[in-house]
């Protein structure tokens, strides 16, 4: 039998089934590598499949499987990986005061588990994962509240049982038709109390409050307790915060010197 010779067209549909479509591509009458972006010779099947060995064209759909891979990866990362369950627990935990290790007890769990039909996180997921952002959410509020309004600060410390002593920095926009709303705005545990520490404190709230750019103008009155090292903090801030007024505790002054009054003397 003579054999029927097969069309161009034909012959070029069976290359593109047989090397697969994402690589080439006909219209009939030119044969398309798609990943070099050039025409191929069809004359001769060894043509195709020298082109398909050759370095460039190796190289040309690597690059093209990596680009793939980084698209693919890209909208993986664009997923959204937080749950917003676990978000508005930690929010509402944080904001009742309620320490997270709670969460590790089994009959609270199930409650909430039962009753939210939700998978409860562990404390070191709410810690490791969602406690910035509530940070991040407050202090942008706290920012935008504030804004470029003229404002009060007051630095006091604490110390706990193991003797640690932790600074905490309050500010408040001024008004002079209403009282405003505080913001603890930084804590911050200190090596040593003096006034170099409260000083270093005082400038590290200033600028959390108005990162790159603090407004030295518009801070006007510094409150603390009338100690030592706290009157030569604000001696010192007034050099770099030109337009501070620092002023002591009445209560405090008054405490100090009922102390002093009824404390005995010494003999001579």
């Known amino acids: 039998m003579w054999k029927i010779k097969q069309s161009t067209s ?8 047989e090397f697969g479509s994402e690589i080439l591509s006909t219209d009939g009458y030119v044969l398309f590598c798609k990943v070099c972006e050039l025409k191929i010779n069809f004359e001769k ?9 050759t370095e460039k064209h190796i190289k040309s759909v690597k690059r093209q499987k990596d680009q793939v891979q980084r698209k693919l990866q890209q909208l993986l ?11 508005d627990l930690c929010k509402a935990m944080v904001a009742a005061n309620i320490l997270f290790n709670k969460l590790s007890n089994a009959t609270f769990r199930s409650f909430l588990e039962k009753y939210t039909g939700k998978s409860i996180p562990f404390e070191a997921t709410l810690q490791k994962r969602y ?8 202090m942008d509020k706290m920012r935008i509240e504030i804004g470029k309004n003229q404002i009060w600060v007051s630095i006091d410390e604490t110390c706990d049982v193991q003797g640690r002593c932790v600074a905490n920095v309050i500010v408040g926009i001024l008004k002079s038709d209403c009282i405003s709303r505080s913001f603890l705005l930084h804590s911050e545990e200190l090596e040593k109390t003096n006034h170099n520490t409260i000083c270093k404190v005082f400038n590290k709230a200033m600028t959390i409050l108005w990162p790159g750019d603090i407004m030295y103008n518009n801070v006007l009155l510094f409150l603390s307790d009338a100690l030592p090292y706290m009157v030569k903090a604000g001696s ?22 009922l102390l002093s009054a009824i404390s005995p003397k010494p003999r001579l």
């Not at 043509?47 to 398909?52: A, D």
């Not at 406690?131 to 407050?138: E, F, P, R, S, T």
């Open 10 to 17: 034909a012959r070029l549909s069976n290359y593109v089934s």
């Open 45 to 53: 099947k060894f043509n195709v499949s020298q082109h398909i060995r």
């Open 77 to 87: 990362t664009n997923q959204p990986t937080k749950s917003e369950f676990n978000k």
């Open 131 to 138: 406690i910035d952002d509530i940070y991040n959410q407050l």
């Open 236 to 257: 010192v801030l007034k050099d770099l915060y030109t337009k501070l007024i620092h002023t002591t505790c009445s209560a405090h002054t008054l405490r100090l010197r």
